[in-house]
Nanobody, 127 residues
Framework: QVQLAESGGGLVQAGGSLRLSCAASGRTFRTYAMGWFRQAPGKEREFVAA????????YYADSVKGRFTISSDYSKNTMYLQMNSLKPEDTAVYSC????????????????????WGRGTQVTVSS
């Protein structure tokens, strides 16, 4: 079992920044990769970014490349998402997820590859 808890969401103006955190507990040593997904009102959940605990492999959705930075600190069992130059279209509930199968390293953006999920944190970007 892996438990995940997100924090750091909030309301920010367009062009601003936020830093999300995802604290993991439980059998984190079994995790191949950690990911961030988001779901906007009326839309399906979409992939944002993913990382291995070592930070050696990172993958971003095209929509956030150059603006968002994912990082991990295994000593703290915490993953981060630094979000800069935020846009109103970034408004969504952001959830972190843990993938325990090696296949996640080939299918980063597929949410079915992630077995455990946090409850999410709301990010609202005003124009």
């Amino acid at each position: 079992q892996v438990q995940l808890a997100e924090s750091g969401g909030g309301l920010v103006q367009a062009g601003g920044s936020l830093r999300l955190s995802c604290a993991a507990s439980g059998r984190t040593f079994r995790t191949y990769a950690m990911g961030w997904f988001r779901q906007a009102p009326g839309k399906e959940r979409e992939f944002v970014a993913a990382i291995t605990w070592s930070g050696g492999r990172i993958y971003y959705a095209d929509s956030v490349k150059g603006r968002f930075t994912i990082s991990s600190d295994y000593s703290k069992n915490t993953m981060y998402l630094q979000m800069n130059s935020l846009k109103p279209e970034d408004t969504a509930v952001y959830s972190c997820a843990a993938g325990l199968s090696a296949s996640v390293l080939r299918l980063w953006q597929v949410q079915e590859q992630y077995e455990y999920w946090g409850r999410g944190t709301q990010v609202t970007v005003s124009s």
